[in-house]
């Protein structure tokens, strides 16, 4: 015990007691010395990935079929997506500190994290590589940014906003409180800030690495204008896979996939959604929490207390230093923080530099825009107006079959217990990993790719309806389903009255998810390449994909603005309406 | 940290001259909630601040304490300006506003961290206070293992781990059921009279009228609209105090009579050694009318019976799109009519008051002249003057002369004026504006029954 805790004699009997029932374990050395293996093993591979990044820049990499490849695949896809969340994490809290803090430049910086989050990543795939590539010349890390960067710009802003709005939410009382105990802005970033945002981020995680995955398994491979891209990565083994119409090897590479997907939640988010438990603000104990056994093994684990022992040493000189500063020393009026400070000279010239770009490239953007002939309008537009029929349709069909099916099974507790989980792994395979088999099947069954994307979007949308149902139906009070049973609804009443009512707020949670979904996966599910085959259909997505595989940028840029603008309508007149009616009529409280 | 000399043994720590607190509206004019006030708050005393909903107590607290700026005016930190002293004071919170994420002892070593205590003395710090507020044996648990009452412990400790110089508590037991809440107040004031805090000052908020008697050694009545001062005066009953005696529950009806009365100067605080109440002087009060129309009142009306018969008023304000200074008169006048009650800022329709919106014309200036008569001692004394003098006609001379000895000249006239407005269109009486005076209406003398409220 002693060498726990080297100040443990002034501790209280009963920690020292806590403490030592946690020592009731089994293989506690087995433990550590798997978790040290683990520790040398990431030390390896990012010695390895290293090596490869500085390495000389082979823009095609040949793509082997062979099932001992995978893994090796896996590995470099896994380090694409872990690098670009990390650094969408890093970058989300940042961006949603400063517009919380910053009065002045938020509201600009929400409208543009609004936008942002609406258009579909695929569509800035060419620009982004190109610009790495420029960037970054002679070295594989070019190629690699670019894809890293794509991922970033999908992921990002649902965690920024999340922060943000954790942020703007964190109750009035706490605030003050940390105020009047003078806490540094280091202080109350760990001790209020962070832990109350860290659930919302949590789970927004969970989204955009599912995210990460779709728009992963798109992009490690693609044409554009006379060159092509290919990284060894399972994207691409499933691509090349699909061109040569190795059936099996694309059934591997699929359980790869779902393989990862699962581990990522059974080793990662759901250790994480356990431990963010404690950071619930609430007032009593909730009885159902998400329990990891991995968790528990690492909390009992001796190696893992060793970062916080670190980080403790390294914070007390810090506290000692900050408390001489301003803020630990004045009461600082809170809401004097809006009213008496000045724009900085900085930020001024941030924003005309802002200002000055953003019209430089309106200009250019202008000039290349001019080229677009009328036919290609016309066609861009039916092209439009076709997609924009097939999200909707996914969106419909997808609602249809949920619905029915996701409030029986969550009327059933006991079923609802195993059907959600499932369900919401499912939501986090990429839909873009079973293209290629949909792909097959429809070229065998004759059909076309235009009911084909159809199925193709809905592969990409139906989960996100499908578990926040099951959510909603759960959540709708057992005393307002016995009150309907009592009074003898119809089934028609209870429909209509009950839970119709009750899940909408989910429903339009979920909606929202896929629509965004759905655009995204009609970049990729209207226009696919077949061994030696093109599969298109008319639709903005194909032509996208077209633009960007013979090099029209004119054309995927205005295709970009056509699908930006959509979008960005849809969720202004439609879901956004529908979501303040949710929040304000349908909520269930308590 | 030994405190310079002060010059006198009750030198203010914190003093506040002439704040105020207003938000500037786009529109020009600014809503009020504070008026100008001085108020000072000295070593030795709990003071308490007691005032109805929407009196802006918490407000001051939170200017007193150096969390918000006032809009004007000055508060002082041992006479210093509080923006740039290095302040002492604790808060405890109505909702606690511990953080969930740490466990008791290290919320209540969070302060000192702060202020950069190495981690030893922290730990021995926390650990003695939370001896001293009873919770030895919880240093270890999170805040949602414990009952409300044991968390508001918590939050006492933290609060008082640093030492402060005044204790601020923002209605700290009134999220506590009534048990929990006297034993908390008992020890906490059990550790103020040992000296067992070294606090020197504590200052209340809350709108528990038998609290403030409780705790405080002076209190603070604070009126609305905007908040200010309408009475302050020592408590000289001595500890332990007993709720039943006479002194108390006098005491007691009194600041309840002021609180409920805010159209009435309050009088002296009662006599505490005797319990006997000094006697009003003033036989009669005018009620302030509020300048509203009797249309708006109805208005009102049908918008709250749209509402469900019950809204908050700033929300009324805000759906209106009112600012919330023309929609109070309204809601005043509502209340005197007895059309609507108030309670904690909602306003809750009245069965006459909804009898009244619901009527067509004629029969709605039938109710309201009932309730005018009522009500309105103003309006009864006027019509009964009418009925009284042979020719029907009284000049307007005969009521400003008394309305005078209550209130300004422009308010005596305005006054007239508003009741001249209600009684014509309850069709009490008329007005004859070149002759100055009132007259009953001939025509409709014999339909206008006789005030039956009487």
């Known amino acids: 015990m002693s060498l726990n805790h080297p100040s443990g004699t002034t501790l209280p009997p009963h920690r020292v007691l806590a403490r030592s029932l946690v020592t009731v374990r089994s293989w506690p050395f087995l433990i550590d010395l798997a978790i040290g293996a683990c520790g040398i093993a990431i030390f390896f591979a990012i010695l390895r990935t290293c090596s490869y990044w500085l390495g000389g820049q082979v823009p095609v990499v040949a793509i082997s079929h062979s099932v001992s490849a995978l893994p090796v695949y896996a590995f470099y896809s896994i380090t694409r997506i872990a690098i670009a969340y990390l650094l969408s994490l890093t970058f989300a809290i940042s961006y949603g500190y400063t517009a919380a803090y910053n009065p002045r430049i938020e509201a600009w910086m929400v409208a543009v994290l609004d936008i942002l989050q609406s258009i579909p990543v695929l569509s800035f795939l060419p620009p982004v590589i190109l610009f790495m590539i420029t960037l970054i010349p002679g070295h594989q890390l070019g190629i690699e940014m670019g894809v890293i960067l794509l991922i970033f710009t999908g992921q990002v802003w649902n965690l920024a906003f999340s922060f943000y709005s954790s942020l703007k939410s964190i109750p009035k009382e706490m605030v003050e409180a940390a105020r009047i105990y003078r806490y540094s802005a280091w202080q109350r970033f760990w001790q209020l800030e962070m832990p109350y945002a860290t659930i919302g981020l949590v789970w927004n995680s969970i989204v955009s690495v599912a995210g990460g995955w779709f728009a992963l398994i798109a992009c490690e491979m693609f044409p554009l204008g006379a060159r092509n891209f290919r990284l060894p990565g399972i994207g691409s083994y499933l691509q090349t896979a699909t061109d040569s119409g190795d059936v099996k090897a694309i059934l591997y590479g699929i359980a790869v996939v779902i393989l990862i997907v699962v581990a990522t939640d059974q080793l990662l988010w759901r250790p994480l959604i356990a431990w963010s438990d404690k950071f619930k603000f609430e007032q009593v104990e909730s009885s159902d929490r998400v329990t990891s056994p991995i968790l528990e093994l690492l909390r009992r684990s001796n190696l893992t207390a060793i970062p916080g022992r670190l980080f403790t040493r390294l914070e007390e000189p810090l506290f000692r230093r900050l408390a001489r500063t301003r803020a630990c020393r004045v009461v600082e009026p809170l809401d004097a923080d809006e009213t008496t400070r000045k724009p900085a000279l900085l930020l001024i010239l941030l924003a005309v530099a802002a200002a000055a770009l953003a019209s430089w490239g309106l200009w250019q953007a202008a000039l290349m825009l001019r080229t677009v002939t009328w036919a290609d309008l016309r066609l861009l537009l039916a092209g439009a107006a076709a997609t924009f029929a097939r999200v909707n349709a996914s969106l419909i069909i997808s609602a249809l079959w949920t619905i029915p099916v996701g409030v029986t099974i969550g009327f059933n507790p006991k079923l609802a217990r195993i059907v959600q989980p499932v369900a919401q792994v499912l939501a986090s395979v990429p839909a873009t990993a079973f293209f290629p088999i949909l792909l097959i099947g429809l070229v065998k069954l004759g059909g076309g790719l235009g009911i084909g994307s159809i199925a193709l979007m809905l592969l990409g949308t139906q989960w996100y309806i499908l578990f926040n149902v099951i959510a909603g139906a759960m959540s709708i009070p057992s005393d307002l389903k016995e009150a309907a049973s009592v009074y003898h609804f119809t089934r028609w009443q209870r429909w209509t009255t009950l839970i119709l009512p009750g899940i909408f707020p989910y429903l339009i949670t979920g909606m929202v998810t896929a629509s965004g979904g759905a655009w995204n996966a009609s970049v990729f599910a209207e226009y696919s390449r077949l061994a030696d085959r093109t599969l298109s259909t008319v639709g903005l997505g194909a032509q996208i994909d077209a633009a960007t595989e013979s090099g029209h940028f004119n054309i995927l840029l205005l295709a970009t603005v056509l699908i930006s603008i959509m979008v960005v309508t849809m969720n202004r007149l439609v879901w956004r309406r529908l979501y303040r009616l949710a929040e304000t009529r349908y909520k269930l409280e308590g | ?454």
Do not use: C
């Open chain 2, 1 to 454: 940290m030994p405190e310079p000399a002060t010059t006198t043994a009750n030198a203010a720590i914190i003093r506040a001259q002439g704040i105020e607190k207003y938000y500037a509206q786009p529109s020009q004019n600014r809503i009020q909630v504070i008026a100008p006030t001085d108020l000072s708050i000295v070593p030795g005393e709990i003071l308490a601040l007691l005032g109805p909903s929407g009196s802006g107590k918490s407000t001051m607290l939170r200017m007193l304490s150096g969390l918000s700026q006032p809009s004007a005016g000055q508060v002082f930190w041992h006479e210093k300006p509080i923006a740039n002293a290095e302040i002492n004071v604790s808060i405890v919170f109505q909702s606690f506003a511990l953080f969930p994420w740490l466990t008791v002892q290290e919320n209540v070593e969070a302060p000192l961290q702060a202020r950069g205590i190495p981690p030893e003395e922290r730990r021995r710090r926390s650990l003695k206070m939370l001896d001293t507020v009873g919770l030895d044996g919880f240093e270890a648990a999170y805040p949602k293992e414990l009952s409300g009452g044991m968390r508001q412990r918590v939050g006492f400790a933290r609060a008082l781990v640093v030492e402060p110089e005044v204790l601020f508590m923002d209605e700290p037991f009134s999220a506590l059921d009534v048990l929990t809440a006297e034993n908390l107040r008992s020890e906490l004031l059990e550790l103020w009279a040992n000296k067992t805090m070294p606090t020197k000052a504590v200052f209340l908020v809350t709108h528990n009228i038998e609290e403030a008697v409780l705790l405080a050694d002076r209190i603070i009545v604070l009126g609305r609209n905007p908040g200010h001062i309408r009475t302050d005066f020592r408590v000289q009953l001595p500890q332990p105090r007993d709720r039943k005696s006479e002194p108390f529950t006098n005491l007691v009806d009194y600041i309840y009579k002021v609180l409920t009365r805010p159209e009435v100067a309050p009088t002296a605080a009662p006599d505490q050694t005797t319990g006997k109440v000094p006697r009003d002087q003033r036989q009669m009060h005018y009620q302030m009318l509020p300048h509203a129309r009797p249309g708006g009142v109805a208005g009102l009306l049908e918008l709250l019976i749209d509402h469900g018969g019950k809204d908050d008023i700033y929300r009324l304000a805000d759906d209106l799109a009112f600012e919330i200074d023309d929609l109070l008169p309204i809601v005043d006048a509502a209340q005197l009519l007895g059309f609507l009650n108030i309670e904690e800022g909602d306003a809750a329709i009245t069965a006459t008051g909804a009898a009244f919106a619901n009527s067509e014309i004629l029969h709605q200036k039938e109710l309201f002249r009932e309730a005018a008569l009522t009500n309105v001692l103003l309006l009864r004394q006027i019509r009964r003057a009418l009925e009284t003098k042979s020719d029907h006609t009284v000049p307007e001379e005969f009521f400003l002369d008394m309305l005078d000895e209550q209130f300004s000249d422009d308010e005596s006239l305005r006054q007239v004026e508003t009741a001249v407005n209600w009684g014509r269109y309850a069709e009490l009486f008329d007005f004859d504006a070149s002759r100055r005076r009132f007259i009953l209406p001939e025509v409709e003398e014999e339909t206008v029954a006789a005030p039956e409220a009487e």
